[in-house]
Protein backbone atom coordinates (compact mmCIF):
# COMPACT_ATOMS: atom_id res chain seq x y z
CA UNK A 1 0.00 0.00 0.00
CA UNK A 2 1.62 3.41 -0.79
CA UNK A 3 1.25 6.22 1.55
CA UNK A 4 2.46 9.78 1.73
CA UNK A 5 3.19 11.16 5.32
CA UNK A 6 3.63 14.43 5.92
CA UNK A 7 5.17 16.25 8.55
CA UNK A 8 6.51 19.42 10.08
CA UNK A 9 3.26 22.02 10.41
CA UNK A 10 2.43 23.62 13.13
CA UNK A 11 2.22 27.24 14.59
CA UNK A 12 4.17 30.00 13.87
CA UNK A 13 4.69 33.76 13.78
CA UNK A 14 4.55 35.61 10.32
CA UNK A 15 8.22 35.95 9.17
CA UNK A 16 9.41 32.88 11.03
CA UNK A 17 10.29 29.00 9.42
CA UNK A 18 8.78 25.52 8.77
CA UNK A 19 10.42 22.83 6.76
CA UNK A 20 7.50 20.08 5.85
CA UNK A 21 8.86 16.77 4.79
CA UNK A 22 7.12 13.54 2.75
CA UNK A 23 7.93 10.66 3.54
CA UNK A 24 7.20 7.80 0.85
CA UNK A 25 6.51 4.08 1.47
CA UNK A 26 5.10 1.36 -0.27
CA UNK A 27 7.02 2.15 -3.58
CA UNK A 28 9.88 3.90 -4.43
CA UNK A 29 9.33 7.78 -6.40
CA UNK A 30 12.68 8.13 -6.89
CA UNK A 31 11.73 8.24 -10.64
CA UNK A 32 8.96 10.25 -10.40
CA UNK A 33 8.11 14.26 -9.80
CA UNK A 34 6.68 15.22 -6.27
CA UNK A 35 4.70 18.02 -5.17
CA UNK A 36 3.59 20.05 -2.78
CA UNK A 37 0.19 21.70 -2.84
CA UNK A 38 -1.99 23.74 -0.20
CA UNK A 39 -5.57 24.43 0.38
CA UNK A 40 -6.43 27.65 2.62
CA UNK A 41 -10.13 27.56 4.58
CA UNK A 42 -13.10 28.63 2.29
CA UNK A 43 -10.22 28.21 -1.30
CA UNK A 44 -9.46 25.53 -3.92
CA UNK A 45 -6.34 23.54 -3.47
CA UNK A 46 -3.22 24.90 -5.87
CA UNK A 47 0.21 24.58 -6.55
CA UNK A 48 2.59 25.32 -4.16
CA UNK A 49 5.95 23.82 -5.78
CA UNK A 50 7.39 20.48 -7.41
CA UNK A 51 10.57 18.95 -8.17
CA UNK A 52 11.14 16.41 -11.26
CA UNK A 53 12.66 13.24 -10.40
CA UNK A 54 16.02 13.75 -10.10
CA UNK A 55 15.82 17.36 -8.06
CA UNK A 56 17.48 19.23 -11.17
CA UNK A 57 14.00 21.06 -12.11
CA UNK A 58 11.53 22.77 -9.16
CA UNK A 59 8.80 24.56 -9.90
CA UNK A 60 7.15 27.41 -7.73
CA UNK A 61 4.21 29.39 -7.13
CA UNK A 62 4.60 33.16 -7.78
CA UNK A 63 3.59 33.83 -4.00
CA UNK A 64 6.11 31.49 -2.75
CA UNK A 65 8.74 32.27 -5.24
CA UNK A 66 12.17 33.16 -3.25
CA UNK A 67 10.73 31.96 0.23
CA UNK A 68 9.85 28.41 -0.49
CA UNK A 69 12.35 25.87 -1.15
CA UNK A 70 11.93 22.38 -2.68
CA UNK A 71 14.02 19.66 -2.14
CA UNK A 72 14.15 15.68 -2.23
CA UNK A 73 16.13 12.79 -1.12
CA UNK A 74 15.56 9.78 -2.87
CA UNK A 75 17.66 7.53 -0.90
CA UNK A 76 14.96 7.85 1.95
CA UNK A 77 12.03 8.46 -0.58
CA UNK A 78 11.29 11.84 0.62
CA UNK A 79 10.40 15.05 -0.72
CA UNK A 80 10.97 18.35 1.80
CA UNK A 81 9.57 21.97 1.43
CA UNK A 82 11.24 24.62 3.50
CA UNK A 83 9.36 27.95 3.90
CA UNK A 84 10.55 30.81 5.50
CA UNK A 85 9.55 34.40 5.62
CA UNK A 86 5.81 32.92 6.22
CA UNK A 87 2.78 35.14 6.01
CA UNK A 88 -0.95 34.89 7.69
CA UNK A 89 -1.72 34.07 4.04
CA UNK A 90 0.21 30.97 3.97
CA UNK A 91 -1.94 29.38 6.45
CA UNK A 92 -3.34 26.01 4.69
CA UNK A 93 -3.15 22.30 4.45
CA UNK A 94 -0.14 21.29 2.87
CA UNK A 95 -0.26 18.34 0.70
CA UNK A 96 2.41 16.06 -0.86
CA UNK A 97 1.68 14.72 -3.66
CA UNK A 98 3.28 11.83 -6.50
CA UNK A 99 3.16 11.84 -10.22
CA UNK A 100 3.31 8.50 -12.40
CA UNK A 101 2.28 10.30 -15.46
CA UNK A 102 3.63 12.76 -17.66
CA UNK A 103 0.81 15.73 -17.08
CA UNK A 104 1.32 18.74 -16.40
CA UNK A 105 3.09 18.75 -12.44
CA UNK A 106 1.68 22.36 -11.79
CA UNK A 107 -1.66 20.96 -11.43
CA UNK A 108 -3.30 18.74 -9.53
CA UNK A 109 -4.06 15.94 -12.26
CA UNK A 110 -0.51 15.57 -12.74
CA UNK A 111 -0.53 13.53 -9.73
CA UNK A 112 -1.68 9.73 -8.15
CA UNK A 113 -0.92 9.91 -5.19
CA UNK A 114 -1.81 11.97 -1.99
CA UNK A 115 -0.79 12.57 1.41
CA UNK A 116 -3.31 13.15 4.22
CA UNK A 117 -1.98 16.95 5.01
CA UNK A 118 -0.52 18.75 7.10
CA UNK A 119 -1.86 22.28 9.09
CA UNK A 120 -0.08 25.26 8.55
CA UNK A 121 -0.78 28.07 10.66
CA UNK A 122 0.69 31.71 10.17
CA UNK A 123 0.35 34.30 12.79
CA UNK A 124 0.22 37.82 12.30
Known amino acids: QVQLVESGGGLVQAGGSLRLSCAAS????????MGWFRRAPGKEREFVSAINWSGASTYYAASVKGRFTISRDNAKNTVYLQMNSLKPEDTAVYYCAASTSNYDITQTIGYSYWGQGTQVTVSS
Open 26 to 33: GRTFSRNA
